[in-house]
């Protein structure tokens, strides 16, 4: 197939903002969808808190309505059967000076939930959320995952992540 043609099919399902896999439709974020993505949020907070004591009680990670409005942000939600069943954003984020590329797409929120989880809903945010970067001119793909949750290291590798850095922390609280 010629590689012309395959970069409009790609830029045609992205300007469309949709993709689909079977009955899964991945698509950008809108309003109505707030209050699931809430509990997505909660259920990156529960899957993680055991590998982040540091992580406050009653907490969240995102502001959502800022971004599902932000111009450098994609959120995407994964649809079946008219529900919710999997999240993820790109964050195009400046690279450190250091680094061969000026710019990179930082994911996050990557969440579906377990009764979803082996059909390649993750895989299909991810792919989704690449070609939006692709448009905006970004090479790199860019995330942080708890060096203990290897389900998700897993999957980001089926992805075609690699591990990278490991960050490290040493408490000197009281609340360590």
């Known amino acids: 197939m010629p590689v012309g043609f395959i970069h ?20 950008e974020a809108v309003a109505s969808d ?21 992580l406050k009680d009653d907490t969240y990670y995102y502001n959502l309505p800022e971004m599902i409005a932000a111009p450098h942000i994609q959120l995407l939600v994964a649809v079946q059967e008219g529900r919710l069943i999997g999240s ?10 250091f680094l061969k590329y000026r710019q990179f797409a930082y994911l996050g929120f990557m969440y ?10 993750n895989k299909l945010i991810i792919d989704a959320l690449a070609q939006w970067a692709v ?4 090479t790199e793909l860019r ?20 591990k990278l850095l490991v960050e490290m922390r040493l408490g000197l ?4």
């Open 88 to 97: 993820g954003y790109a964050r195009i984020e400046t690279a450190k000076h």
């Open 135 to 138: 448009t905006k001119g970004v």
């Open 112 to 121: 579906v939930p377990p009764a979803h989880r082996g059909k390649g809903v």
């Open 173 to 176: 609280g009281e609340n360590d």
């Open 143 to 162: 995330l942080e995952v708890y060096v203990g949750n290897a389900p998700a290291i897993k999957a980001y590798e089926k992805a075609g992540f690699s």
């Open 8 to 27: 409009k099919v790609v830029n045609f399902l992205v300007n469309k903002q949709c993709l689909t896999m079977g009955k899964i439709i991945i698509r």
């Open 34 to 54: 707030l209050e699931e993505l809430m509990v997505f949020e909660q259920g990156v907070l529960q899957a993680e808190r055991p590998f982040d004591n540091t």
